[in-house]
């Protein structure tokens, strides 16, 4: 009987398991020749700082336009990928498109700085934080003006080779920050541990801040338990005005949502940076960028 029940869940599934599978299969096996191609790109969302709501840097977000299946978001591929070593050409791509445009922002007077998500596989990699000193060389951009986003599964799943690595890139002075924060299991513990920067509180506690007192008090809490350790405290999914008042009557320091900007192509991006510069010098004769 218990052979029976076991095995006809798994008949039950095996169409769509099929189908997962052999999706899976293909993104993976044409990743590197889109790669390649040019279908895959960078998109770039504004973060500003609160209250003053100068632009202090972008997160960089891939994108895929796939000739098949249309516009891919990175949950669609990400997972794919990062069970690959592919995932080391992704990550190799997005910080270099990334570190184009803070260099590209420094001669034109703008310090600006570019997030870029890391992956487990990054982070058990000893020799990441070589190629990340090679390419701030290459680009001449001080470190500082690069960001690396890590989530706590990330972290905590390998936390003896992540530890070094970790380690090696805070003394280079690039910035860490803990990604998706409030949403893993051991928060608070391990926070104090890690050699980071900067928190962003998880989107789902900030977009529920409106209707929910405990969203509310989760990010209040995170503010405060950030500015206790010394971080910078980012909150992502600032879709609504009064979501950024709270914010700001809170301490937050940084905000990044919708409100703000979506994450735009580089030529959009670009586009958005300028209405601004413009804005800002006709108001202010100097170069300082808001919203
Ligand atoms: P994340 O790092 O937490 O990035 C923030 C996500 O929230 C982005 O989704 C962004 O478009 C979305 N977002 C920003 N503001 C708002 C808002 O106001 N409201 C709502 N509802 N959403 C907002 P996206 O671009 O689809 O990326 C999803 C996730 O994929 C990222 O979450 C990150 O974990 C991963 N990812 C993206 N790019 C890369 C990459 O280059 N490498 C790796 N390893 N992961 C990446
Ligand atoms: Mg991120
Ligand atoms: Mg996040
Ligand atoms: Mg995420």
């Not at 529920?208 to 950030?226: N, Q």
């Amino acid at each position: 009987q218990a052979a029976h029940s076991g095995s006809d869940p798994v008949r039950g599934y095996a169409p769509s398991m099929g189908q997962i599978f052999l999706r899976r299969f293909q993104l993976v096996t044409q990743f590197r020749s889109a790669l390649e191609t040019g279908q895959v790109s960078v998109h770039y969302q504004p973060k500003i700082a609160l209250p003053s709501r100068q632009v202090v840097g972008v997160e960089a977000l891939v994108r895929w336009r796939h000739p098949e299946f249309g516009q891919l978001d990175p949950d669609e591929f990400v997972p794919a990928v990062e069970a690959t070593g592919l995932v080391d050409a992704l990550t190799s791509f997005v910080m270099e498109q990334g570190l184009q445009r803070v260099r590209s922002w420094l001669d034109r007077g703008l310090r600006m700085s570019a997030a870029v998500n890391l992956s487990v596989r990054n982070l058990a990699d000893a020799n990441f934080p070589d190629l990340v000193a090679e390419a701030l060389r290459r680009y001449d951009v001080p470190p500082q003006l690069l960001t690396f986003e890590l989530t706590e599964s990330g972290v905590m799943s390998d936390p003896e080779r992540a530890l070094p690595v970790l380690r090696r890139l805070h003394a280079m002075g690039v910035t860490l920050a803990v990604d998706d924060f409030g949403t893993g299991y051991s928060s608070l513990a391990y926070l104090r541990q890690l050699p980071v920067d900067e928190v962003k509180i998880d989107k789902s506690f900030v977009l529920g801040m409106g209707t929910d007192l405990s969203d509310m008090a989760v990010v209040r809490a995170i503010v405060e338990l950030g500015h206790s350790l010394g971080l910078t405290v980012v909150a992502e999914g600032v879709e609504e005005d009064s979501a950024r008042e709270q914010l700001v009557s809170m301490g937050c320091d940084v905000a990044q949502g919708y409100l703000i900007s979506r994450p735009l192509s580089e030529e959009r991006f670009e586009a958005w940076l300028r209405a601004r510069t413009i804005r800002a010098r006709g108001l202010r004769n100097e170069t300082v960028l808001t919203l």
